[in-house]
């Protein structure tokens, strides 16, 4: 419904498409160089301190909540970004996509995170635009995704204090496309244990859990191969802004989003190989079932014909007035029974 409010509204309008909520924008702004180091949090757009032209000074704004489109205008704004850009870092339901402008280089992406109690992969939009010496980072929720980068960065832990904005952008984007292997190991686990209850247990088997799988599945791959083709046009930037030594970087997290659309591919057939084998063991089961009623009623085909017979309304039934009849016509019938199992076991029926 959130989409449909912006039919009919001129490019670069900034219209929320997620869901509302009072909470209020938290802001998380970090500057950092090789030798200093410093982070605070703020509520207020005005009190954030004004981007410096230090090259060697990278300042890091990160900006939780999306829902107060006059506060993530007032910053964008200020650091520049495109009225485009604008627009597309409040819609959530955007694809993930990247583009060039003059102030710096806009790039949005899916985070995920897979809730083990209802088997759902949770999804937030996520954007970047970087320049010369800053980085603003968009968050659809309050939830801190961005925690080891900001760990590398207060212990000096790598190569991070010593790069500029490119760098940390890419920093990013490689957390993210890391914390996508934790939700494919996920999903590859819960298809380990629907196998696992299919093959031992299939009534107790949830077919709403296939789908819910299959859903999960369809989700992470509409979002990972979109963004496989935004780093293929961020590496192949030829901006001023990206350092030649952090292409290779890029690279690397380009063919971990290539490894993870073929994990997605090999999950999606082994989870129609699971849908495949619990039909065939619905239907394996149904037949059992229906193998001991055929059998129940051929049992008794021939005994009903016998009690029919000797139930006949008929004067003249020889047998009737036999003084044995009724315990014979019973030796017959235990006789016909038993010899009808023997004969379905020797065939292998039961």
């Known amino acids: 419904m959130a989409r449909k409010r912006k039919t009919g509204l001129p490019p670069g309008t900034m219209v929320y498409t997620g869901q509302k909520t009072d909470l209020p924008v938290k802001i998380t702004y970090t500057e950092y160089d090789e030798k200093h180091h410093k982070s605070e949090t703020y509520n207020e757009a005005s009190k954030l301190p004004v981007h410096q032209s230090n090259e060697a000074l990278v300042q890091w704004y990160d900006i939780r909540g999306l829902h107060d489109t006059e506060l993530i205008q007032q ?93 940390l952008a890419y920093a990013i984007i490689d957390g993210i496309v890391d914390r996508y292997y934790q939700v494919i190991d996920s999903i590859e686990e819960t298809l380990e244990e629907i196998e696992s209850t299919i093959s031992n247990e299939v009534d107790a088997m949830n077919k709403g859990e296939l789908h819910q799988t299959k859903i999960n599945l369809i989700k992470v791959r509409k979002s990972v191969v979109p963004l496989r083709e935004a780093l293929n046009q961020f590496i192949r930037s030829e901006s001023d802004l990206i350092d030649p030594k952090t292409e290779i970087f890029l690279r690397d997290v380009y063919d971990h989003t290539i490894q993870i659309v073929e994990s997605t591919d090999t999950l999606r057939d082994i989870l129609g190989g699971l849908q495949d084998l619990y039909i065939s063991e619905i239907s394996l089961k149904m037949n059992k ?62």
């Open 75 to 167: 910053i964008a704004i200020a650091f520049g970004v495109h009225t485009l850009a604008m627009e597309d870092i409040v819609d959530v339901h955007k694809r993930p996509s990247y583009e060039e402008y003059r102030a710096g280089h806009f790039i949005s992406f899916k985070s995920f995170e897979y809730d083990p109690k209802l088997k759902e992969v949770i999804s937030q939009t996520i954007s970047l635009f970087f320049g010369k010496g800053f980085v603003l980072s968009f968050q659809e929720h309050e939830d801190d995704v961005f925690k080891g980068v900001r760990e590398r960065i207060s212990t000096s832990r790598g190569r991070i204090r010593q790069k500029g904005s490119d760098y």
């Open 289 to 350: 079932i229906m193998q001991v009623l055929t059998i129940v009623t051929a049992v008794f085909v021939p005994l009903s014909f016998l009690t029919g017979l000797y139930g006949m309304n008929f004067e003249v039934i020889p047998e009737l007035k036999y003084q044995y009849g009724y315990f014979i016509l019973w030796g017959v019938m235990l006789v016909i029974t038993i010899g009808m199992f023997w004969m379905f076991k020797h065939k292998k029926w039961l």
